[in-house]
Nanobody
Framework: QVQPVESGGGLVQAGGSLRLSCAVP????????MGWFRQPPGKEREFVAH????????YYADSVKGRFTISRDTAKNMVYLQMNSLKPEDTAAYYC?????????????????WGQGTQVTVSS
């Protein structure tokens, strides 16, 4: 079983930056696509970003495009989400998840294993 573990969340002022990390144990990481989702308070989980198994293809939600960057380091079994120009509406619990599907990348149903999440709070 592959159980991602997120880290790097915290409290930041609007306009600031954070980098989230996601560690993915196991030898299958190099063949897995990865995604980041977030769940704002009282709302449903929503897609943020996706990266293909080889890191060549990335996708972003319109709300974060140009501000967030997803990347991966296969040698370290790590996925990152660099978040710049943060806004109060980015406040949410952020989750990373594994996937074998880079077509239906925005649907949570395309993801198999999820981390426990890390909280990001952006103050105005």
């Amino acid at each position: 079983q592959v159980q991602p573990v997120e880290s790097g969340g915290g409290l930041v002022q609007a306009g600031g930056s954070l980098r989230l990390s996601c560690a993915v144990p196991g030898r299958t990481f190099g063949s897995l696509a990865m995604g980041w989702f977030r769940q704002p308070p009282g709302k449903e989980r929503e897609f943020v970003a996706h990266i293909s198994w080889n890191g060549v293809t990335t996708y972003y939600a319109d709300s974060v495009k140009g501000r967030f960057t997803i990347s991966r380091d296969t040698a370290k079994n790590m996925v990152y989400l660099q978040m710049n120009s943060l806004k109060p509406e980015d406040t949410a619990a952020y989750y990373c998840a594994t996937s074998q599907d880079s077509f239906r990348y925005s649907s949570p149903r395309s993801y198999d294993y999820w981390g426990q999440g890390t909280q990001v709070t952006v103050s105005s």
